[in-house]
């Protein structure tokens, strides 16, 4: 089985950066596509980023990329603005690849929190 474990929230004035990384533990990790979402309060979940794929929101500003090597996989935000404040969660699913829809991964984190202050 596959477990997560994110890190690398906190708070930040917007303009600035955080990389949020993603800790997957398990023999078939390599085998598993890999994902990015966020949720604010009182919204809906929404996709943030898969490899080479992002939301419009977050394009020329968020970069998502995969250490096989250290079995971690990461999200470099910058130029973070107070609307990117939310609850980021990792996910992963070894039947789809770059999905958006996140009833597709059956694998998450507990979440990590980014606030982003005006």
């Known amino acids: 089985q596959v477990q997560l474990v994110e890190s690398g929230g906190g708070l930040v004035q917007a303009g600035g950066s955080l990389r949020l990384s993603c800790a997957p533990s398990?023999?078939?990790?390599?085998?598993?596509?890999m994902g990015w979402f966020r949720q604010a309060p009182g919204k809906e979940r929404e996709f943030v980023a898969a490899?080479?794929r992002y939301a419009d929101s977050v394009k020329g500003r968020f970069t998502i990329s995969r250490d096989n090597a250290k079995n971690t996989l990461y999200l470099q935000m910058n130029i973070l603005k107070p609307e990117d404040t939310a609850i980021y969660y990792c996910a992963a699913t070894q039947y789809y690849s770059g999905s958006t829809e996140s009833r597709k991964y059956n694998y998450w984190g507990q979440g990590t929190q980014v606030t982003v202050s005006s």
């Open positions: 398990g023999r078939t990790f390599r085998t598993y596509a």
């Open positions: 490899i080479n």
